[in-house]
């Protein structure tokens, strides 16, 4: 067989595997011979370069935005649906569609019900049946270009299947994530010290802007396709969504399969009463059902609204409520001191899992609901892991507790809480509440931050309580002997747990700064720092200003890490983590080789230039201190201008902001590069 031949046969094998799995649920054949088929097929097309293809089942993963996503405008804007929340609003809906219709009184109007997926909406271009872009709804004219993300999502087709597709066609659906991967991805946000998402959707949406396309293949996202667009001039390719629902299929599209046709509305509301109860057995997220006309020659005779179709509503499931006893009511403190109350309740079952405790936020809450504790109280889980409690049921003749108290003093530490004026939420500002500690050091120990694997929360808890540790430094200063005495540990893991926490003495420097835990700085902040001083001592030189001229540094967290690094207690944390041998710079940032000559400076990017990407020059300028800026204003120190330049040099010009060519950048970073 001729390579161009065997390696048609190869794609066309791989789609249909990929189809069986993400589509149908149903493998034929296993991981590794998956595998090999794709191993075959990366072999035969980097012998014959010449026939590759940006839709081979090969190319999904690769580029990267340099300057986040484009914006794109929607061929026709992306509407959102109205909503009915019971029968009689389905009812309204149906008597008003009829009417609009000029249906006669009593005609039975044909529906198509879906199940409305709990994600985000993606708008997909195939031209000549090659996805060639994907955008997401953003305000519904215009979104954000996230193709490269979305050709990762395997369950979408990189080429349609068919001989003959449209010239241009766009399909519209929803991203989402399985509870399966949504589990998995929030257990190792956990583990890692990460904020875990609230609900998959959240988790969804922050995958599919993630500039790494890589790192989103990982989170597992998954697709469903509902809606067919065609230009304005295009003859209707199908007259009804049934038909568009089957024609998605054929083309290798995914779609849900439960949809269903509904002769009338009386069918439409024992399909939402049916799937209120049966959607627990999904494997994703619904929170409703999508109630569309079938017939689109109708469609169009009804119209839209200005925000919504009239040919469609979306019918939303109640929210999942359980009554229970609230047993206590209890307060946790977090690693930044803030004072949280929570309900302690008997174990109920709510949606899939047995609840035993439940979020009251803040005192202000617990007042405004009136809880008490003894109560027997509504509880919800609406959008969040975590559910909230509504409000007490009322009992006439039970006698209640008094309302609830916020704790004057913390019961970690017995320092006295204080609420600064204007802000709801109590703190404990003893830095050295155990409990604050406890969580710290949890937080200092994870996989993100300094990753010292073992020291999780049993061990810290020992730790904290015996009095071994007060400090990150005192993990440091720790001996086998003393470790190995705490319950449960023995000499073997207390070694292994002394060599984790060694090893943890030279990791990259951004660790250590993300473990340090200063306010408003995650792990994207602390590489970013890293990334732009490489050391501690350089760090603690940098004024606010230059501080916020690092990508991603805005003045919040400017403002937040001089403070850090001024407040005394911390100078001192510092100073006795290098004297307990933590690495205060990044390995290459010794003898002054971090050099920043261009800090405090801005420079936009348009067009293309001749020699190097938009990456190189990003990255060139970056490792200089400059800052790369997506518009033009004012502030911008230079505008590199390449080919076919878009609208921001003009601005510049307008503004007169010193403009570079490819020649005049390459002399800038040359002058300014340090010498070797
Ligand atoms: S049809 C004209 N079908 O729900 C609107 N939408 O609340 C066409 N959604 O923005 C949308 N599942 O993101 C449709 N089966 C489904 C859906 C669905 C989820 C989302 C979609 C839309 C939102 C409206």
Same mark, same amino acid.
């Given at each position: 067989?001729?390579?161009?031949?065997?390696?048609?046969?190869?794609?066309?094998?791989?789609?249909?595997?990929?189809?069986?799995?993400?589509?149908?649920?149903?493998?034929?054949?296993?991981?590794?011979?998956?595998?090999?088929?794709?191993?075959?097929?990366?072999?035969?097309?980097?012998?014959?370069?010449?026939?590759?293809?940006?839709?081979?089942?090969?190319?999904?993963?690769?580029?990267?935005?340099?300057?986040?996503?484009?914006?794109?405008?929607?061929?026709?804007?992306?509407?959102?649906?109205?909503?009915?929340?019971?029968?009689?609003?389905?009812?309204?809906?149906?008597?008003?569609?009829?009417?609009?219709?000029?249906?006669?009184?009593?005609?039975?109007?044909?529906?198509?019900?879906?199940?409305?997926?709990?994600?985000?909406?993606?708008?997909?271009?195939?031209?000549?049946?090659?996805?060639?872009?994907?955008?997401?709804?953003?305000?519904?004219?215009?979104?954000?270009?996230?193709?490269?993300?979305?050709?990762?999502?395997?369950?979408?087709?990189?080429?349609?299947?068919?001989?003959?597709?449209?010239?241009?066609?766009?399909?519209?659906?929803?991203?989402?994530?399985?509870?399966?991967?949504?589990?998995?991805?929030?257990?190792?946000?956990?583990?890692?010290?990460?904020?875990?998402?609230?609900?998959?959707?959240?988790?969804?949406?922050?995958?599919?802007?993630?500039?790494?396309?890589?790192? *989103?293949?990982?989170?597992?996202?998954?697709?469903?396709?509902?809606?067919?667009?065609?230009?304005?001039?295009?003859?209707?390719?199908?007259?009804?969504?049934?038909?568009?629902?089957?024609?998605?299929?054929?083309?290798?599209?995914?779609?849900?399969?439960?949809?269903?046709?509904?002769?009338?509305?009386?069918?439409?509301?024992?399909?939402?009463?049916?799937?209120?109860?049966?959607?627990?057995?999904?494997?994703?997220?619904?929170?409703?059902?999508?109630?569309?006309?079938?017939?689109?020659?109708?469609?169009?005779?009804?119209?839209?609204?200005?925000?919504?179709?009239?040919?469609?509503?979306?019918?939303?499931?109640?929210?999942?409520?359980?009554?229970?006893?609230?047993?206590?009511?209890?307060?946790?403190?977090?690693?930044?001191?803030?004072?949280?109350?929570?309900?302690?309740?008997? +174990?109920?079952?709510?949606?899939?899992?047995?609840?035993?405790?439940?979020?009251?936020?803040?005192?202000?809450?617990?007042?405004?609901?009136?809880?008490?504790?003894?109560?027997?109280?509504?509880?919800?889980?609406?959008?969040?892991?975590?559910?909230?409690?509504?409000?007490?049921?009322?009992?006439?003749?039970?006698?209640?507790?008094?309302?609830?108290?916020?704790?004057?003093?913390?019961?970690?530490?017995?320092?006295?809480?204080?609420?600064?004026?204007?802000?709801?939420?109590?703190?404990?500002?003893?830095?050295?509440?155990?409990?604050?500690?406890?969580?710290?050091?949890?937080?200092?120990?994870?996989?993100?931050?300094?990753?010292?694997?073992?020291?999780?929360?049993?061990?810290?808890?020992?730790? *904290?309580?015996?009095?071994?540790?007060?400090?990150?430094?005192?993990?440091?200063?720790?001996?086998?002997?003393?470790?190995?005495?705490?319950?449960?540990?023995?000499?073997?893991?207390?070694?292994?747990?002394?060599?984790?926490?060694?090893?943890?003495?030279?990791?990259?420097?951004?660790?250590?700064?993300?473990?340090?835990?200063?306010?408003?700085?995650?792990?994207?902040?602390?590489?970013?720092?890293?990334?732009?001083?490489?050391?501690?001592?350089?760090?603690?030189?940098?004024?606010?200003?230059?501080?916020?001229?690092?990508?991603?540094?805005?003045?919040? *967290?400017?403002?937040?890490?001089?403070?850090?690094?001024?407040?005394?207690?911390?100078?001192?944390?510092?100073?006795?983590?290098?004297?307990?041998?933590?690495?205060?710079?990044?390995?290459?940032?010794?003898?002054?080789?971090?050099?920043?000559?261009?800090?405090?400076?801005?420079?936009?990017?348009?067009?293309?230039?001749?020699?190097?990407?938009?990456?190189?020059?990003?990255?060139?300028?970056?490792?200089?201190?400059?800052?790369?800026?997506?518009?033009?204003?004012?502030?911008?120190?230079?505008?590199?201008?390449?080919?076919?330049?878009?609208?921001?040099?003009?601005?510049?010009?307008?503004?007169?902001?010193?403009?570079?060519?490819?020649?005049?950048?390459?002399?800038?970073?040359?002058?300014?590069?340090?010498? +070797?």
């Amino acid at each position: 067989m001729r390579p161009a031949q065997r390696i048609a046969q190869l794609r066309d094998r791989i789609r249909h595997h990929e189809e069986c799995y993400y589509l149908h649920d149903s493998p034929e054949i296993t991981d590794a011979e998956f595998d090999a088929l794709m191993r075959e097929l990366l072999d035969l097309e980097a012998a014959h370069p010449e026939l590759v293809d940006p839709t081979s089942p090969t190319q999904r993963v690769g580029g990267r935005p340099a300057e986040g996503f484009a914006t794109a405008r929607h061929l026709v804007p992306m509407l959102s649906l109205d909503n009915a929340y019971d029968a009689a609003d389905l009812r309204l809906f149906d008597e008003r569609l009829a009417r609009a219709a000029g249906l006669d009184a009593g005609s039975v109007v044909e529906y198509v019900t879906e199940l409305k997926i709990d994600g985000l909406s993606l708008a997909l271009t195939y031209e000549r049946g090659a996805l060639v872009r994907a955008v997401t709804r953003g305000d519904g004219v215009e979104g954000e270009d996230v193709t490269v993300n979305a050709r990762v999502i395997r369950a979408l087709p990189l080429r349609l299947r068919t001989d003959a597709p449209p010239a241009f066609v766009e399909i519209r659906g929803e991203v989402y994530l399985p509870h399966a991967a949504f589990t998995r991805m929030n257990a190792d946000r956990e583990e890692a010290g990460e904020p875990a998402f609230a609900n998959p959707r959240n988790a969804a949406s922050g995958a599919i802007r993630m500039l790494d396309s890589a790192a *989103v293949a990982r989170r597992g996202l998954r697709a469903f396709c509902y809606q067919i667009v065609l230009p304005v001039d295009a003859p209707p390719l199908v007259e009804t969504h049934a038909a568009t629902l089957e024609q998605l299929a054929s083309w290798g599209c995914p779609v849900e399969r439960h949809w269903q046709r509904c002769a009338g509305i009386a069918e439409v509301e024992a399909y939402c009463a049916r799937w209120r109860e049966t959607r627990r057995t999904l494997a994703f997220d619904t929170d409703g059902v999508v109630v569309k006309l079938d017939a689109l020659a109708l469609r169009d005779r009804v119209g839209t609204t200005a925000k919504f179709p009239r040919w469609a509503t979306a019918f939303k499931f109640p929210p999942e409520q359980a009554t229970t006893r609230l047993v206590t009511i209890a307060v946790n403190v977090g690693r930044t001191g803030a004072v949280t109350p929570y309900a302690v309740l008997e +174990p109920v079952p709510l949606g899939g899992t047995t609840i035993q405790m439940a979020t009251l936020h803040n005192e202000q809450e617990v007042a405004r609901r009136d809880v008490r504790e003894g109560d027997l109280v509504i509880i919800e889980k609406g959008g969040d892991i975590i559910p909230k409690v509504i409000g007490p049921v009322l009992e006439p003749d039970a006698p209640r507790a008094d309302p609830w108290r916020m704790p004057t003093t913390c019961p970690f530490c017995e320092s006295h809480l204080v609420r600064p004026p204007d802000e709801v939420i109590w703190r404990c500002e003893n830095t050295s509440c155990p409990a604050r500690i406890r969580r710290s050091l949890l937080h200092f120990a994870s996989r993100r931050a300094m990753n010292i694997e073992g020291l999780g929360e049993v061990v810290v808890d020992q730790l *904290v309580t015996s009095g071994l540790v007060g400090t990150f430094a005192d993990l440091y200063r720790l001996d086998v002997e003393a470790v190995a005495a705490l319950e449960r540990m023995g000499a073997l893991s207390a070694s292994n747990l002394l060599k984790e926490i060694d090893k943890s003495r030279s990791v990259e420097f951004w660790r250590l700064l993300h473990a340090l835990g200063i306010r408003h700085v995650g792990e994207g902040g602390a590489r970013a720092l890293a990334m732009a001083f490489g050391s501690m001592d350089r760090l603690r030189q940098a004024p606010a200003a230059e501080l916020q001229s690092v990508p991603d540094i805005g003045a919040i *967290v400017a403002a937040s890490v001089r403070a850090f690094l001024e407040e005394p207690s911390n100078i001192a944390l510092i100073a006795d983590l290098a004297a307990a041998g933590v690495r205060m710079a990044d390995a290459d940032a010794g003898a002054g080789r971090i050099h920043r000559p261009l800090a405090g400076q801005t420079f936009v990017l348009t067009g293309t230039l001749p020699g190097m990407t938009r990456e190189e020059a990003t990255e060139a300028l970056v490792t200089l201190g400059a800052k790369v800026a997506g518009s033009v204003s004012r502030k911008t120190s230079y505008v590199v201008v390449g080919a076919d330049p878009g609208s921001k040099a003009e601005k510049a010009r307008t503004l007169g902001i010193p403009e570079l060519d490819e020649a005049g950048l390459r002399a800038l970073i040359m002058a300014r590069q340090a010498p +070797p």
